[in-house]
């Protein structure tokens, strides 16, 4: 399959929809996207992919409306162009499928086809379990991940009809299975039964409660520098900064957000970035839409710091130090140009890790987050 295949599931952007009768200014993001209007852009030299999503029916069938990814674009496209080392692509919205199960065939299809292209891509809008297509797509690719998801509740609700709120048991239990594992961020423990937490911890996944996150969201860059699948639930920022979100008071504030989705961006491994469960007839004076629209200038800000990192083969770009921990010996690498940490395991390979991890080695105890990446291998 080529880009041009992927043109039966695509609507261009209607770019007069999304600013004034003056169009852009120079300095404005809407005019240095490569956009998909008449003609396919050439996407050759893309760093980010955006599409959009509109389709909610996975949160009830009232929510069908299309337009969120467009609020969304409509915010982004007027914030200021900072990062000129990177190059964006907008290839519109992916049509809505007759049933719920089209639209994620379509998700499916383009994001497969944009990952095999090399590609870093972003789904806007769509209610949550569109992760589930977002996750397929690399089925096609036969691709083994680890899967990160910010959210206030771990969508693993067998009682409820709602695809957005159940989603995550297919993603854990199906067959073919592409998940090696799952990071979920965020979570409020008011929303969540406790055994569910001691099922997740059984399956050897991680778990962090939004007050731990936000004590030190750096430790949280570590687990999304090691997944390919970033997914974003907006019921994981309070109301009060995205006031579409009805269903908690509670959560990240809209500095915390656009930290993680900068993390998210700084990764060469994360390959998908997914904004989900933003419903635009709930949004206060467009607040929720601007909130997800400096996510976004986040994401860039991340991928123009990620390619200031070296790779780990140029030694002389890190200080590395070997040690030994509880009898293990081991190496860590400190990159001299972003300061971010990895650390050896004992197949060889090296993982994502944070200055913690180190002094917690140093200290002669093993690291929680080697510990747990061992016991994967």
Same mark, same amino acid.
């Given at each position: 399959m080529s880009l041009r295949s992927l043109l039966d599931f695509l609507e261009p952007v209607n770019m007069a929809m999304l600013s004034n009768?003056?169009? =852009?200014? &120079?300095t404005q993001l809407g005019k240095h996207i490569l956009v998909f209007e008449e003609e396919l852009p050439d996407i050759s030299t893309a760093d980010l992919v955006i599409v959009g999503c509109g389709d909610m029916r996975g949160m009830g069938m009232q929510y069908t409306s299309n337009n969120a990814p467009n609020a969304i674009r %409509?915010? =982004?496209?007027?914030? =200021?162009?900072w990062h000129t080392e990177v190059t964006i692509a907008d290839l519109g919205n992916i049509k809505t499928g007759a049933t719920i199960a089209d639209s994620y065939a379509a998700v499916k299809t383009v994001v497969a086809e944009l990952i095999?292209?090399?590609k870093k891509v972003l789904i806007l809008g769509g209610s949550h379990d569109m992760t589930t297509a977002q996750y397929l797509a690399y089925g096609n690719n036969e691709k083994i991940i680890d899967a990160v998801v910010v959210d206030a509740k771990i969508d693993l609700d067998m009682e409820s009809v709602e695809p957005a709120d159940q989603f995550l048991v297919d993603m854990f239990t199906g067959i073919p299975n592409y998940l090696k594992h799952y990071t979920?961020?965020?979570?409020? %423990?008011y929303f969540m039964h406790p055994h569910m937490l001691e099922t997740i911890d059984k399956l050897g996944f991680d778990c962090y409660r939004v007050g731990k996150v936000k004590e030190s969201i750096e430790e949280m860059?570590?687990?999304i520098r090691n997944s390919e699948l970033f997914s974003f639930d907006i019921a994981a920022i309070q109301n009060a900064h995205a006031p579409a979100n009805h269903i908690t008071p509670n959560g990240f504030n809209g500095e915390e957000a656009c930290t993680l989705m900068q993390y998210a961006g700084m990764s060469?491994?994360?390959? %998908?970035?997914?904004?989900?469960? =933003?419903?635009?007839?709930? &949004?206060?004076?467009?607040?929720? *839409?601007k909130q997800q629209a400096h996510m976004l200038w986040y994401v860039l800000d991340g991928i123009q710091k990620g390619k200031q990192?070296?790779?780990?083969?140029?030694?002389? *770009?890190f200080n590395e130090f070997t040690m030994a921990f509880a009898e293990v010996e081991t190496i860590f690498l400190q990159s001299k140009r972003t300061g971010r940490w990895w650390m050896q395991l004992h197949d060889g390979k090296y993982v994502a890790c944070s200055y913690r991890d180190y002094v917690t080695a140093c200290n002669n105890d093993i690291p929680e987050r080697w510990m747990r990446a061992a016991e994967r291998i």
């Amino acid at each position: 399959m080529s880009l041009r295949s992927l043109l039966d599931f695509l609507e261009p952007v209607n770019m007069a929809m999304l600013s004034n009768d003056e169009g =852009f200014k &120079d300095t404005q993001l809407g005019k240095h996207i490569l956009v998909f209007e008449e003609e396919l852009p050439d996407i050759s030299t893309a760093d980010l992919v955006i599409v959009g999503c509109g389709d909610m029916r996975g949160m009830g069938m009232q929510y069908t409306s299309n337009n969120a990814p467009n609020a969304i674009r %409509s915010q =982004f496209y007027a914030l =200021f162009y900072w990062h000129t080392e990177v190059t964006i692509a907008d290839l519109g919205n992916i049509k809505t499928g007759a049933t719920i199960a089209d639209s994620y065939a379509a998700v499916k299809t383009v994001v497969a086809e944009l990952i095999q292209m090399g590609k870093k891509v972003l789904i806007l809008g769509g209610s949550h379990d569109m992760t589930t297509a977002q996750y397929l797509a690399y089925g096609n690719n036969e691709k083994i991940i680890d899967a990160v998801v910010v959210d206030a509740k771990i969508d693993l609700d067998m009682e409820s009809v709602e695809p957005a709120d159940q989603f995550l048991v297919d993603m854990f239990t199906g067959i073919p299975n592409y998940l090696k594992h799952y990071t979920h961020i965020g979570f409020q %423990s008011y929303f969540m039964h406790p055994h569910m937490l001691e099922t997740i911890d059984k399956l050897g996944f991680d778990c962090y409660r939004v007050g731990k996150v936000k004590e030190s969201i750096e430790e949280m860059e570590p687990a999304i520098r090691n997944s390919e699948l970033f997914s974003f639930d907006i019921a994981a920022i309070q109301n009060a900064h995205a006031p579409a979100n009805h269903i908690t008071p509670n959560g990240f504030n809209g500095e915390e957000a656009c930290t993680l989705m900068q993390y998210a961006g700084m990764s060469k491994i994360c390959n %998908s970035i997914g904004l989900y469960g =933003f419903i635009e007839e709930q &949004d206060l004076h467009q607040l929720t *839409a601007k909130q997800q629209a400096h996510m976004l200038w986040y994401v860039l800000d991340g991928i123009q710091k990620g390619k200031q990192e070296a790779d780990l083969e140029n030694r002389n *770009a890190f200080n590395e130090f070997t040690m030994a921990f509880a009898e293990v010996e081991t190496i860590f690498l400190q990159s001299k140009r972003t300061g971010r940490w990895w650390m050896q395991l004992h197949d060889g390979k090296y993982v994502a890790c944070s200055y913690r991890d180190y002094v917690t080695a140093c200290n002669n105890d093993i690291p929680e987050r080697w510990m747990r990446a061992a016991e994967r291998i």
